[in-house]
C-alpha cells in the first residue's frame, strides 16, 4: 500500500486547511488509519485517527476541538479537517496506515503503523 499525502501550505494564524491522504495498491477500508505530525527537533506525534466505520474518533490533547478527521472508505482516502490554526501547529504532516485491524487505543504510538505517506508540509505564521 502506497500512501500519498497532500494539501499542505503556508497560511496565517487562524486560518484553515484541509489535508488528504490517498491509499493506492490497496485498499484502507480495514486498515486503522491515523495522522501524525513532526516538527523540527520533536519527535512524531499523534493527531487524530478515526476508528473503522467512523464512528470514534481520537485527537491529540493539542489539536482536540480544532481538527476534524474523516475518512472515505469508497474513494480509499482520509481527511484532515484543520481549522484555528496555530504556528505551533507547524509540522511536517504524516498519514500512516497499519496491515493489522487490532485495535490500537486512544494516542498511538509511530512504531504501530506498517505503511507512511511522505508527508506534507504545513507551516503557521503569526
Known amino acids: 500500500v502506497q500512501l500519498q499525502a497532500s494539501g499542505g501550505g503556508l497560511v496565517q494564524a487562524g486560518a484553515s486547511l484541509r489535508l488528504s491522504c490517498t491509499a493506492s495498491?490497496?485498499?484502507?477500508?480495514?486498515?486503522?488509519q491515523a495522522w501524525f505530525r513532526q516538527a523540527p527537533g520533536k519527535e512524531r506525534e499523534f493527531v487524530a485517527r478515526q476508528v473503522w466505520g467512523g464512528t470514534i474518533t481520537y485527537y491529540g490533547d493539542s489539536v482536540n476541538g480544532r481538527f476534524t478527521v474523516s475518512r472515505d472508505n469508497s474513494k480509499n482516502t482520509v481527511a484532515l479537517q484543520m481549522d484555528s490554526l496555530k504556528p505551533e501547529d507547524t509540522a511536517i504532516y504524516y498519514c500512516?496506515?497499519?496491515?493489522?485491524?487490532?485495535?490500537?487505543?486512544?494516542?498511538?504510538?509511530?512504531?504501530?503503523?506498517?505503511?507512511w505517506g511522505q508527508g506534507t508540509q504545513v507551516t503557521v505564521s503569526s
Open positions: 500512516a496506515a497499519r496491515r493489522s485491524p487490532a485495535y490500537l487505543g486512544p494516542n498511538p504510538t509511530p512504531d504501530l503503523f506498517d505503511y
Open positions: 495498491g490497496g485498499t484502507f477500508t480495514n486498515m486503522p
